[in-house]
């Protein structure tokens, strides 16, 4: 039977922990600790206290210890979710590692149990480690909790593990069971076997996301210096046809100065002259498709390719002078899909490779339709071509991030023996 300064130590105790378990979970989920919703987390805390009295005035102490997952960890999970509109995992990582967070006092609260063999020095040294805890942890919490609210599903799974494995065997062992208390090494030794069995997984789950974001980055890296390329290599072009556009204009004084070199017998540096002449406007002869600079530039870039792999191409495009998207991204959307047509067409056997293109301006939206034959058909993965040797497949990756950019939209698929892409931009 406990004396009258023992009940108050035992109900402050029980107080300040419920109330360090809802403030520290709902800071743990990133939640700001403010005025309003101070109240509101005592408010959780004073509801799930008497819910937690109520048990134990019905079946006493031990069935309330039982009953609390349901009566308090439950009821604060469901509010952590409906009231800030969490996810049920960032809500449990918050409840179980705020529950492990309590261990810090209960061992305290056992030390001095042990020294001094006094219920009053336990309940004494419960509260105040557990006030301790509460003040470092709220300032701890405050910048880790709103990073650990835009983790992905799959990192708060490996932060979970921990926490969760604790609680589970706390209460399989401590609370529900006297397991822990038997003596049994099997026992003893399982939250040693479970915690390694864990951190194993822990480490390959860790890993495999580690990967996964190290390869998407290295994506970004690689896409963002694909549309860099995109940028530089239309703006030469740009540059150069002003400069074959100069070089027209005062082609009268160049001829000149060719025939004064003949003249004076210096026909050779004549010859290397008309020869960069003509390398010049090869290299920047831009066919006119339609009235968008633009898309002339980005299809006639790849002409020469086309023709040096034998490919029957039939390309078209109606698009007016000014459109409504940036010159970068609709350039890299048609190259890259020109480049990688052209690359597929040309692994197909010679007299079988074709491709088409047609793109046109059509009530204020850009369609774009690219049709290919190939040698061996793309292995296809949730609607994307799968490269099949590293470093390729960042065409059609640019492509689809260029025409979500323009709140587009593009579909891959496989048409009989044609790969095609569908764009609306």
């Given at each position: 039977m406990l004396s009258s300064a023992e009940l108050v130590l035992w109900a402050i105790h029980h107080a300040t922990t419920l109330l360090f378990g809802v403030f520290a979970s709902a800071a743990l989920c990133g939640v700001e600790i403010n005025g309003r919703h101070s109240l509101e987390l005592v408010g959780v805390g004073a509801a799930t206290g008497c819910a937690f009295g109520l048990a134990n005035a019905v079946g006493g102490e031990l069935f309330a210890r039982q009953a609390y997952p349901l009566v308090v960890?439950?009821?604060?999970?469901?509010?952590?979710?409906?009231?800030?509109?969490?996810?049920?995992?960032l809500a449990i990582l918050g409840v179980t590692s705020a529950y492990l967070s309590c261990q810090f006092s209960n061992w305290m609260g056992i030390a001095a149990f042990a020294v001094t063999d006094s219920q009053v020095a336990y309940y004494v040294a419960r509260i105040i480690t557990t006030l301790g805890v509460f003040a470092v942890l709220l300032h701890w919490a405050s910048d880790i909790g709103p990073r650990l609210a835009i983790k992905s599903p799959t990192e708060l799974e490996i932060l979970l593990i921990l926490p969760l494995v604790y609680y589970i065997f706390d209460y399989?062992?401590?609370?529900?069971?006297?397991?822990?208390?038997s003596g049994s090494v099997v026992t003893v030794e399982f939250l040693a076997?479970?915690?390694?069995?864990?951190?194993?997984?822990?480490?390959?789950?860790?890993?495999?996301?580690y990967?996964?974001?190290?390869?998407?980055?290295?994506?970004?890296?690689?896409?963002?210096?694909?549309?860099?390329a995109a940028?530089?290599?239309?703006?030469?072009?740009?540059?150069?046809?002003?400069?074959?556009?100069?070089?027209?204009?005062?082609?009268?004084?160049?001829?000149?100065?060719?025939?004064?070199?003949?003249?004076?017998g210096h026909t050779d540096e004549a010859l290397e002259r008309i020869d960069a002449l003509c390398e010049t406007n090869d290299?920047?002869?831009?066919?006119?498709?339609?009235?968008?600079?633009?898309?002339?530039?980005?299809?006639?870039?790849?002409?020469?390719?086309?023709?040096?792999?034998?490919?029957?191409?039939d390309l078209r495009a109606a698009v007016p002078e000014t459109v409504h998207v940036g010159d970068a991204d609709l350039f890299s959307v048609v190259s890259n899909a020109l480049d990688n047509a052209i690359a597929a067409a040309s692994a197909a056997p010679e007299?079988?490779?074709?491709?088409?293109?047609?793109?046109r301006y059509e009530d204020g939206q850009l369609l774009l339709l690219v049709s290919n034959t190939f040698g061996r058909a793309p292995h296809m993965v949730d609607g994307m071509p799968v490269a099949q040797h590293t470093g390729h497949g960042f065409g059609t990756k640019s492509i689809k991030l260029a025409v979500e950019r323009m709140n587009g939209n593009c579909q891959f698929r496989i048409n009989g023996d044609r790969f095609e892409l569908r764009a609306v931009m």
């Amino acid at each position: 039977m406990l004396s009258s300064a023992e009940l108050v130590l035992w109900a402050i105790h029980h107080a300040t922990t419920l109330l360090f378990g809802v403030f520290a979970s709902a800071a743990l989920c990133g939640v700001e600790i403010n005025g309003r919703h101070s109240l509101e987390l005592v408010g959780v805390g004073a509801a799930t206290g008497c819910a937690f009295g109520l048990a134990n005035a019905v079946g006493g102490e031990l069935f309330a210890r039982q009953a609390y997952p349901l009566v308090v960890h439950l009821p604060l999970v469901v509010y952590l979710c409906v009231r800030y509109r969490l996810s049920p995992l960032l809500a449990i990582l918050g409840v179980t590692s705020a529950y492990l967070s309590c261990q810090f006092s209960n061992w305290m609260g056992i030390a001095a149990f042990a020294v001094t063999d006094s219920q009053v020095a336990y309940y004494v040294a419960r509260i105040i480690t557990t006030l301790g805890v509460f003040a470092v942890l709220l300032h701890w919490a405050s910048d880790i909790g709103p990073r650990l609210a835009i983790k992905s599903p799959t990192e708060l799974e490996i932060l979970l593990i921990l926490p969760l494995v604790y609680y589970i065997f706390d209460y399989a062992t401590n609370v529900y069971t006297t397991l822990f208390h038997s003596g049994s090494v099997v026992t003893v030794e399982f939250l040693a076997f479970a915690l390694c069995a864990f951190y194993l997984m822990f480490l390959a789950v860790y890993l495999r996301e580690y990967e996964a974001k190290e390869i998407a980055e290295r994506e970004r890296w690689m896409l963002a210096t694909r549309d860099s390329a995109a940028i530089k290599e239309l703006e030469a072009w740009r540059q150069s046809g002003r400069e074959l556009s100069v070089l027209r204009h005062d082609m009268r004084h160049y001829l000149r100065g060719l025939a004064a070199l003949i003249e004076e017998g210096h026909t050779d540096e004549a010859l290397e002259r008309i020869d960069a002449l003509c390398e010049t406007n090869d290299r920047t002869a831009v066919r006119r498709y339609c009235a968008n600079e633009t898309v002339n530039i980005a299809l006639s870039s790849l002409s020469a390719d086309i023709n040096a792999h034998g490919i029957t191409a039939d390309l078209r495009a109606a698009v007016p002078e000014t459109v409504h998207v940036g010159d970068a991204d609709l350039f890299s959307v048609v190259s890259n899909a020109l480049d990688n047509a052209i690359a597929a067409a040309s692994a197909a056997p010679e007299g079988k490779r074709f491709v088409d293109l047609d793109l046109r301006y059509e009530d204020g939206q850009l369609l774009l339709l690219v049709s290919n034959t190939f040698g061996r058909a793309p292995h296809m993965v949730d609607g994307m071509p799968v490269a099949q040797h590293t470093g390729h497949g960042f065409g059609t990756k640019s492509i689809k991030l260029a025409v979500e950019r323009m709140n587009g939209n593009c579909q891959f698929r496989i048409n009989g023996d044609r790969f095609e892409l569908r764009a609306v931009m």
